[in-house]
Nanobody, 128 residues
């Protein structure tokens, strides 16, 4: 059973940076596309960024484009979300999710549907 553990959340001032990590263990499949999602209080969960199996394709929500960077280190079974120029509206619980694939593909999705495995979430609070 695949298990995902997020870390790196915390309290940061507006304009600051955080790097979230998501460590995976217990692989049952060879290939995974990966997504980062967030959910703010009273709002629906939204897809923030995703990365393809190879890491060559990424996709970002308009609200974070140019400020957030998703990356993966397959050797370490870890995915990262570098968040710069943080704003109060980025405050949310952030989740990583894995979408198992049977073949190597260059696609990824920011929709919840294809993701079968989810981490427990890490809180990010942007406030002065």
């Amino acid at each position: 059973q695949l298990q995902l553990v997020e870390s790196g959340g915390g309290l940061v001032q507006p304009g600051g940076s955080l790097r979230l990590s998501c460590a995976a263990s217990g692989f049952a499949k060879d290939y995974y596309a990966i997504g980062w999602f967030r959910q703010a209080p009273g709002k629906e969960r939204e897809g923030v960024a995703c990365i393809s199996v190879t890491g060559r394709t990424t996709n970002y929500a308009d609200s974070v484009q140019g400020r957030f960077t998703i990356s993966r280190d397959n050797a370490k079974n870890t995915v990262y979300l570098q968040m710069d120029s943080l704003k109060p509206e980025d405050t949310a619980v952030y989740y990583c999710a894995f979408d198992p694939r049977t073949v190597i593909t260059e696609t990824c999705s920011r929709k919840e549907y294809p993701y079968n495995y989810w981490g427990q979430g890490t809180q990010v609070t942007v406030s002065s």
